[in-house]
């Protein structure tokens, strides 16, 4: 069989030519928006890459675990495939396109050249290796994918919690959007490094910029201020409004001792009254 | 092992914790702060653990019943200057220790003392 | 020809036990993970729960298993490529009768706030435990760097 194999990857290299066209022609035949978008020539040379490893990698044993180089090495081209599509917004459906349209332009080289005895074989193999180069480029598709998701959500977490110094020992951190769990720890801490770097004692925490007050967002409002009172600093709420109070005593959210305020001129007001402080007459 | 230096300036008696308590230490200087109250007669206690940076359940609690039994010497409690890490540890472990007064640091605690002792002082004496 | 290339530094991991026998141990434990911790490039906040996490679990050793047990620590990695630290806390003590009630916040037989091992699992990535009646429990903790 494995001669067999090497015959079958001879007869591939010696028809490279044919197959890339063959290929070339089904790609833009087939996902003719992913062309217009890479390009002939970029197209080109993933193709050419992609088939020399094919070469390679045919006639080895398919047990052959994925430590072998020339494995690694295709993974660093389908990286390079995948990172380049992911950056460009093609569909994922796509890219299953472009690896599996070489069948379409290997399996004729075979049914041209090779016996009728040896052919269902050749192509079972032939299938297989492409199958599993699709699975490869899908699983490297998807590692990139969520290593640019995780980066945009760690970007996204640091400027999503901003210190305003408003006054004197008073800080102030405008919440925006949703209060889950991470970000509140990512909020506790910001506002516990503010609190100790200015030595703040008072920090306001206006939630006007978030859309829904519910009995989890509550908890986790609670649990900042007890953080805060931990420290040794008081927490106000600014940012009530009517809807706001409403829903909560439906709710029947207890707030317990945590300071709250419609506006943030009048949670500043108590800030300042708090900290001893008055803004001239 | 070290042991914990208990100070008494004017009204008030101030612990600053600066090692690593093991669970018998903590237990020598809750007995030790109770006998100082004791022999003193003071009105507010502040507990430094700035330079403290595990507080546990058992710390944290005995930190809590401390000022319990503080208070029911007559004596007001204040706890300054914890870290931020231990704060969000505690919070995590869902220890919120609320019956605990609390300040930055020794400045804040100090006042905060004052106005608790010479609320309760003005209470009495109605 | 296998390559090894990949993963470089093959098991390098550190393993340090310690047994825990009295309170004095729990600081020991704790100084420990904490370097270790910080050699690993664990920020002061993960520091912070991981230690406080082992001294509850080692605290648990000296009062509930009579002080009959050990604690091992040491790195480990994910196929991930992230390291992470990971400790064992074995006894040969009682064994735990229910899990799911010791496991509960505020469940204690000690008189004490019930917070040991609810607590300890809250402050760490992932939290294992094993208990059998009469031969011990065995807690594992792992904390992954970011």
């Keep these: 069989m494995a001669s067999e194999k090497k015959e079958i990857a001879a007869l591939l290299s010696k028809y490279q030519e044919e197959i890339l066209d063959a290929w070339h022609r089904q790609l833009i035949v087939r996902s003719n928006s992913l062309m217009e978008i890479i390009g002939l020539t970029e197209a080109k040379s993933f193709t050419q890459g992609i088939l020399e490893h094919f070469i390679t990698l045919f006639p080895l044993a398919e047990t052959e675990n994925d430590e072998n180089k020339s494995y690694r090495e295709i993974d660093d081209l389908f990286s390079d495939l995948s990172g380049k599509m992911t950056s460009q917004n093609i569909s994922p459906s796509e890219i299953a396109v472009f690896i599996f349209s070489m069948k379409e332009a290997v399996f004729p080289i075979l049914q041209k050249y090779i016996d009728n005895k040896d052919l269902s074989g050749a192509i079972i193999s032939a299938g297989r290796l492409i199958d599993r180069f699709a699975v490869n480029t899908f699983e490297i598709y998807l590692n990139t994918r969520e290593k640019i998701i995780s980066e945009q959500q760690r970007a996204f977490m640091e400027i999503s919690v901003p210190v305003v110094r408003v006054w004197h020992r008073i800080i102030m951190i405008p919440l925006i959007g949703m209060l889950d769990s991470e970000r509140t720890q990512l909020m506790m801490e910001v506002m516990l490094t503010a609190l100790e770097d200015t030595q703040s004692k008072v920090a306001i925490l206006d939630i006007s910029g978030i859309p829904v007050v519910d009995t989890l967002v509550a908890r986790h409002l609670i649990t900042a201020a007890s953080a805060a009172k931990l420290m040794g600093a008081e927490c106000i709420i600014t940012g009530v409004r009517s809807r706001i109070a409403q829903t909560l005593v439906q709710l029947g959210v207890d707030l317990g001792d945590v300071v709250t305020r419609t506006t943030m001129s009048d949670g500043l007001q108590l800030a300042l009254e708090l900290t001893g402080q008055k803004i001239g007459e | 092992m070290g042991e914990v230096t208990i100070l008494k300036i004017g009204k008030n008696l101030i612990v600053p914790i600066q090692i690593e308590l093991h669970d018998q230490s903590a237990r020598k200087l809750q007995r030790d702060i109770l006998n100082y109250i004791e022999k003193t007669g003071a009105q507010g206690l502040l507990i430094d653990v700035s330079a403290v940076s595990i507080i546990d359940s058992f710390l944290g609690r005995l930190l809590v019943e401390t000022a319990k039994m503080a208070k029911l010497m007559g004596t007001e409690t204040v706890l300054v200057g914890m870290k931020k890490e231990v704060v969000l540890t505690l919070i995590h472990l869902g220890l919120t220790m609320k019956n605990l007064h609390t300040a930055l640091n020794i400045e804040d605690g100090l006042a905060l003392l004052k106005s608790l002792t010479g609320r309760t002082y003005e209470k009495n004496r109605k | ?146």
């Design chain 3, 1 to 146: 020809m296998k390559k090894t290339e990949n993963n470089k530094n093959p098991s390098r991991a550190e393993v340090w036990e310690q047994e825990i026998s009295i309170y004095e141990d729990i600081i020991l434990a704790r100084q420990k993970v904490k370097v270790m911790m910080q050699e690993m490039g664990f920020s002061v906040l993960a520091q912070t729960r991981i230690v406080t996490a082992v001294s509850e679990l080692a605290r648990n050793i000296v009062i509930h298993a009579g002080g009959k047990g050990r604690m091992s620590v040491c790195e480990v990695s994910k196929t991930g490529k992230r390291g992470g630290l990971k400790c064992i806390f074995e006894d040969r003590g009682p064994g735990i009768e229910n899990i799911e009630k010791a496991m509960q916040s505020g469940f204690s037989t000690s008189n004490s706030l019930g917070l040991g091992l609810s607590g300890a699992k809250k402050l760490c990535n992932e939290f294992y435990i094993e208990s059998f009646l009469g031969k011990g429990t065995t807690v594992t903790i792992i904390e992954w760097l970011p």
